[in-house]
T-cell receptor
């Protein structure tokens, strides 16, 4: 059964305090691993899709990396506006993880 | 910037009633999706639609659910006889050809 597990469930950071979110997956025939951001009461917003181990993508303070078993979303010097739930998941049969709720405190 | 729109934003219905949730995907997109998110839980895939037919569906998408693209712009999700457990946020998404899905703002369905 396809599974995506994210950790931690919640993370509280001080503004400027860098950290990483983890996404481990067992998705058979994975065609891509994605990261989305979701604000309360809104639809997910696309961040990245990674296709092969070793691939990295960056967007502003976010960098996503992919290995054969897991992906990391690194957040460098976060700001309060980065507070959101970050979702990862896999494409074969689309499978989302439960998310990491990030709170960045000024 | 083009965006996916959904109507209504909130739908309240009684158990056993039929509901139709509407979505207008981005105009040049080819693939369309419905997801649901029960409050406090993860986003769950329901169905994908391409070339006027269902390309994939989950175990959740049983005979009570159907999708349709009645014209060149709308994409609908019908629930024939709603149950209390159908209460959730329903998201429509579309994509052109890459794996970058654009999600709509969602319809909150409340079944009483």
């Amino acid at each position: 059964e396809d599974q995506v597990t994210q950790s931690p469930e919640a993370l509280r950071l001080q503004e400027g305090e860098s950290s990483s979110l983890n996404c481990s997956y067992t998705v058979s025939g994975l065609r891509g691993l994605f990261w989305y951001r979701q604000d309360p009461g809104k639809g997910p917003e696309f961040l990245f899709t990674l296709y092969s181990a070793g691939e990295e993508k960056e967007k502003e303070r976010l960098k996503a990396t992919l290995t054969k078993k897991e992906s990391f979303l690194h957040i460098t010097a976060p700001k309060p506006e980065d507070s959101a739930t970050y979702l990862c998941g896999g494409y074969q049969k689309v499978t989302f993880g439960t998310g990491t709720k990030l709170q960045v405190i000024p | 910037e083009p965006e996916v729109t959904q109507t209504p934003s909130h739908q309240v219905t009684q158990m056993g009633q039929e509901v139709i949730l509407r979505c207008v995907p981005i105009s040049n997109h080819l693939y369309f999706y419905w997801y649901r998110q029960i409050l406090g839980q993860k986003v769950e895939f329901l169905v994908s639609f391409y070339n006027n037919e269902i390309s994939e569906k989950s175990e959740i998408f049983d005979d009570q659910f159907s999708v349709e693209r009645p014209d060149g712009s709308n994409f609908t999700l019908k629930i024939r006889s709603t149950k209390l457990e159908d209460s959730a946020m329903y998201f429509c998404a579309s994509l052109q050809g890459s794996y970058e899905q654009y999600f709509g703002p969602g319809t909150r369905l409340t079944v009483t």
